[in-house]
C-alpha cells in the first residue's frame, strides 16, 4: 500500500518529521529497525520504580522544540541535583568547590585555561552556523585537529587535563580524531562550550520524567492516533527511486511511497543499497562521521549518601576510566544513582574488558571521587553504544579532519525524492536530542514546500 512520505527512523528526528507531515495533511508510514521508538534515546526500568536513561537523557535553555514538546504530551522535567560543592581530581589531589573551578588551582592553570576558552570562544563565533564550510580559513581549520589545537595553546599540564575531560565528554570522542572545524561548529551550534558543560543554566540542566525513551513513546502513540502508521523491527535494506513513487524493501515487505525522509545515523546510511547510489560527496560525508564512543555507566546505593556530605555528585577528573559523573537520582527516589561515561579511545578498550573487570574499575573511580561508599553499590550496570547494531555509539557523528571543509555542504542535500533528518544535519543544537527534532521538522517542511 502506498503512503505520502516514509520515514526511516523513530527517533526524535523520525517523531518530529511524522508529526510535522501529518499536520501538513501527508499520510505516513514510519519504519524502524528496532523493535522500539526513541532511536539513540533508551530508557530501562530496574524495577518497578527505578529507571535509567541508558541514552540521550538531556535538554537545557535553548532546547525549545524539547521543552514544547514535554508540555505538550503533559510529562513532568525536574533538574539534575546539582547542590553542594562539585569535585575536581587532578595527579591524584581531589579538590572540592562551588561554582565553574576550584580556587585552589594555581594561577598559571587559570591564566591558561582562561586564554584558551577565550580564543576558542573567539574562534566559535566566527563559524557560519548553516555552511561552516564557508568560515574564513574553513580547510585550514579542517585540517587539524581538536587535539592539535589543544596541545598548541594548554601548555599548562592541569589546564590540558581539565579541557579534555570537557572535550571528552562533549563529543566521546578522542581529540585527534575530531576536526577542529567541525569542534567549532558543534560549539557554537550549542552556544558555547561553557553551557555544553555546565548543568546550572546548560546543557545538562533538566531531564523528563520515566526517561527520554517514555517520551518518545508517549509521542508515538499521541501520533498513531492521528493516523501516522509505525511499522518496528523492519530495517531498511533497499531504496529504489529509479521511478514515482520511491520503494522501500526491508526484510519482510515492500513499502512504496511520494517521498521518503532519513533519519538515521550517518555510519549507517551506506549500508542501505540506494538505488540510484548516493552522490560520492554525500557518501564520503556518511562515512567521514563516525560515532562517537561511551559506556554508560550506573551505580545504584541505598541512598545519595555524597548528598549528606555536602556534595553535587558532579565531579571531572583525569584518572581513566571515568573522566566525568552525575547525581542521576530521580526526584522522589530514596536511593541513590551515580552515573559516570567511559568515552572515546577508552569505551573502545573498555568495551573489549570482561563486565567484572569494567565494573571494578568503574567503581574504583567512584570511590576515587566519592569515598569507599561508592565502591559498594548496591547494584551496578553499564551500557555499551557502540555494541548496538543500530546505532553504533552515541552521542552522535563526529566529523574527520577534512570532511566538513570539502563534503559538508551534502549534509542536508536531497537525493531525488530522499530527504535527510537526523541530529547530525542539525544547524542549532547538533548532536543534541533538540537537533534531532529541529531537524525532522526542517525536512518535513522541505517536502511540504517542494
Not at 560520492?280 to 564512543?293: A, F, K, T
Not at 549534509?411 to 533528518?421: M, Q
Request: aromatic share 10%; net charge negative.
Amino acid at each position: 500500500m502506498e503512503t505520502d512520505v516514509i520515514v526511516l527512523g523513530a527517533g526524535f528526528a523520525g517523531l518530529a518529521a511524522a508529526e510535522r507531515l501529518s499536520e501538513h495533511g501527508y499520510s505516513v508510514r514510519v519504519l524502524e529497525a528496532r523493535d522500539r521508538v526513541g532511536g539513540r534515546a533508551r530508557t530501562d526500568w530496574i524495577d518497578d520504580h527505578l529507571w535509567l536513561d541508558l541514552g540521550g537523557q538531556w535538554i537545557g535553555p535553548g532546547h525549545e522544540q524539547m521543552y514544547a514538546l514535554a508540555e505538550r504530551l503533559d510529562v513532568p522535567i525536574w533538574s539534575m541535583y546539582t547542590l553542594g560543592r562539585h569535585l575536581l581530581r587532578l595527579d591524584g589531589r581531589t579538590r572540592a568547590f562551588k561554582g565553574f573551578m576550584p580556587l585552589t588551582l594555581s594561577p598559571t592553570t587559570y591564566a591558561a585555561f582562561a586564554w584558551a576558552l577565550l580564543r576558542l570562544e573567539w574562534l566559535t563565533r566566527r563559524i557560519p552556523l548553516d555552511a561552516p564550510w564557508q568560515a574564513n580559513n574553513a580547510a585550514e581549520l579542517d585540517r587539524q585537529s581538536l587535539g592539535d589545537w589543544l596541545r598548541q595553546n594548554l601548555r599548562d599540564r592541569h589546564a590540558y587535563s581539565i579541557f579534555r575531560a570537557a572535550t571528552d565528554a562533549i563529543f566521546a570522542a578522542h581529540p585527534d580524531d575530531i576536526s577542529l572545524l567541525h569542534a567549532l561548529f558543534y560549539l557554537r551550534s550549542s552556544d558555547g562550550i561553557n553551557k555544553l558543560t555546565s548543568s546550572d543554566n546548560g546543557a545538562q540542566q533538566d531531564r523528563v520524567e520515566a526517561g527520554m525513551q517514555g517520551l518518545a513513546e508517549t509521542w508515538q502513540e499521541q501520533l498513531a492516533g492521528a493516523g501516522v502508521e509505525f511499522v518496528l523491527g523492519e530495517p531498511a535494506r533497499t531504496v529504489e527511486q529509479s521511478g514515482d513513487p520511491v520503494r522501500v524493501d526491508t526484510d519482510h515487505a515492500s513499502h512504496q511511497a511520494r517521498r521518503l525522509i532519513c533519519t538515521l545515523p550517518p555510519a549507517l546510511i551506506p549500508e542501505i543499497d540506494f538505488r540510484p547510489a548516493l552522490p560520492d560527496e554525500r557518501h564520503q560525508w556518511c562515512e567521514g562521521l563516525p560515532p562517537g564512543r561511551v559506556i554508560k555507566c550506573f551505580a545504584v546505593y541505598d541512598q545519595p549518601f555524597w548528598r549528606d556530605r555536602g556534595l553535587s555528585g558532579q565531579s571531572a577528573g583525569d584518572e581513566p576510566p571515568v573522566h566525568v559523573t552525575f547525581d542521576a537520582t530521580p526526584p522522589g527516589e530514596d536511593r541513590g544513582v551515580l552515573m559516570g561515561f567511559i568515552e572515546g579511545r577508552e569505551a573502545e578498550h573498555w568495551a573489549g574488558v570482561r563486565k567484572e573487570e569494567r565494573r571494578a574499575a568503574v567503581l574504583a573511580a567512584f570511590a576515587r571521587y566519592f569515598g569507599d561508599d561508592a565502591g559498594q553499590p548496591l547494584r551496578y550496570l553499564d551500557h555499551i553504544w557502540q555494541d548496538e547494531p543500530w546505532s553504533r555509539g552515541c552521542y552522535a557523528g563526529v566529523a574527520r579532519p577534512g570532511i566538513q571543509s570539502t563534503v559538508g555542504h551534502a549534509a542536508r542535500e536531497p537525493h531525488g525524492h530522499v530527504f535527510w533528518a537526523g541530529t547530525e544535519t542539525a544547524t542549532r543544537y547538533n548532536g543534541y536530542l533538540e537537533g534531532a527534532v529541529r531537524s525532522g521538522f526542517r525536512a518535513a517542511d522541505k517536502i511540504a514546500t517542494s
